[in-house]
Nanobody, 118 residues
Framework: QVQLVESGGGLVQAGGSLRLSCAAS????????MGWYRQAPGKQRELVAR???????NYADSVKGRFTISRDNAKNTVYLQMNSLKPEDTAVYYC????????????WGQGTQVTVSS
């Protein structure tokens, strides 16, 4: 069984920064794509940023230049550094990973709340 455990969410003022972490544990042979999604109240879940096993990244237009995704393959961990936060970044942030065990499976974390006050 594989688990994704997120940490680092919280309350911050507009213009501030937060760093999210997501660690994968369990019977893992490897991890392909890892990413962060978010879901605000009344809205659909959306992709924030994604990173391949080779380090290639892509970002939602709304966070380009403010957020940075990175990963530590040795620790099976993905990070999201969020700078210049805006109230519209308020959402529950979910970690996502395509994990190789006996096959490739898609896993989600439990979510961590990020609240940006104006």
């Amino acid at each position: 069984q594989v688990q994704l455990v997120e940490s680092g969410g919280g309350l911050v003022q507009a213009g501030g920064s937060l760093r999210l972490s997501c660690a994968a544990s369990g019977s893992i042979f490897g991890i392909n794509h890892m990413g962060w999604y978010r879901q605000a109240p009344g809205k659909q879940r959306e992709l924030v940023a994604r990173i391949t096993s080779g380090g290639n990244t892509n970002y939602a237009d709304s966070v380009k230049g403010r957020f940075t995704i990175s990963r530590d393959n040795a620790k099976n961990t993905v990070y999201l550094q969020m700078n210049s936060l805006k109230p519209e970044d308020t959402a529950v942030y979910y970690c996502n990973a395509f994990v190789v065990t006996s096959a490739v499976y898609n896993y989600w974390g439990q979510g961590t709340q990020v609240t940006v006050s104006s």
